[in-house]
Each structure stands twice: as structure tokens, then as C-alpha cells.
């Protein structure tokens, strides 16, 4: 039986933690939650650094959660972010979400300046990141 996944819970996270990014430099404040195998939703948001090379998007700040709190197994992703359009994780994120999971969907949401939705877009992993990198199978 697949879990049902409570996507208006995974969302109100990610806008949640979006508030708490460090982004002094772009301005563009982004926040992530994942729902794991066990149900547990884990967060993340993007801190930025003065030498942009050393910044972390907030899909990779969440995973580095969910390692650090012994979960390996996702389920589900929403990103949220003030944009034109719902952002997708970038192409770095997109391979490490793929270290942890084949068939991801993702909920990307646009949020105007008020932080009210303006946009949601779902896709799979396997369709942003075809033919993805693996040393080893997803749990």
C-alpha cells in the first residue's frame, strides 16, 4: 500500500522554513520540505555565502536534515519560492534528491511578496533528471 501523502502539510513547511532562509545577497528566499518512508517531515532552507560557491540550495539543506536524523527514504518534495514562476530545484539538487529516490514528485510554488500561492506546478524526478546518476539503487 502506497502512503497517502498530505501535500497541503509538506507545503505549509516549506513556505514555514522559507522564512528563516539566509539570503542577504540574491534575495531570493527559497524553502524545501521532503516526507520520508517513516512520515516524518524534515525541512531545509537556502543560506547563501559571500563566495556564492559555498552557498546551499534549500533541497540539499533538507536532505542534510534528514541524513543528520538517520532518514534515507523520500516520498515527496515541495519547494517554495517568490518567483514569476514555481521554481524546480536546480540541477545540483536534482541529483542529490536522486541519491534517495527514483520516482519523486515534486510541488513547486510561486509565492507573490504576501506569501500567498500565485503558482503550483507537479512533476516526477525522473522527468527533470532523466537518466540520473547512480552508484547505487534508492532505497
Known amino acids: 500500500m502506497t502512503q497517502a501523502i498530505d501535500w497541503s502539510a509538506l507545503e505549509r513547511a516549506a513556505i514555514d522554513v522559507r522564512a528563516r532562509a539566509y539570503a542577504p545577497f540574491s534575495k ?12 516524518k ?46 521554481a524546480t530545484p536546480c ?3 536534482r541529483q542529490v534528491l536522486a541519491e534517495f529516490a527514483q520516482r519523486l514528485p515534486i510541488v513547486a510554488i510561486g509565492l507573490d511578496e ?6 503550483r506546478a507537479m512533476y ?12 547505487r539503487s534508492p532505497r
Do not use: W
Not at 504576501?114 to 503558482?119: I, K, W
Open 114 to 119: 504576501g506569501g500567498a500561492v500565485v503558482e
Open 124 to 135: 516526477d524526478l525522473e522527468t527533470l533528471l532523466p537518466h540520473a546518476f547512480r552508484l
Open 91 to 93: 540541477g545540483v539538487c
Open 41 to 86: 517531515i524534515v525541512v531545509g532552507c537556502n543560506v547563501e555565502n559571500s563566495t556564492y560557491g559555498a552557498t546551499i540550495c534549500a533541497e540539499r539543506s533538507a536532505v542534510v536534515n534528514m541524513v543528520s536524523q538517520g532518514l534515507e527514504e523520500l516520498l515527496a518534495c515541495v519547494v517554495a519560492s517568490r518567483a514569476p514562476d514555481a
Open 28 to 39: 531570493y528566499f527559497v524553502g524545501a520540505s521532503l516526507l520520508t518512508k517513516s512520515g
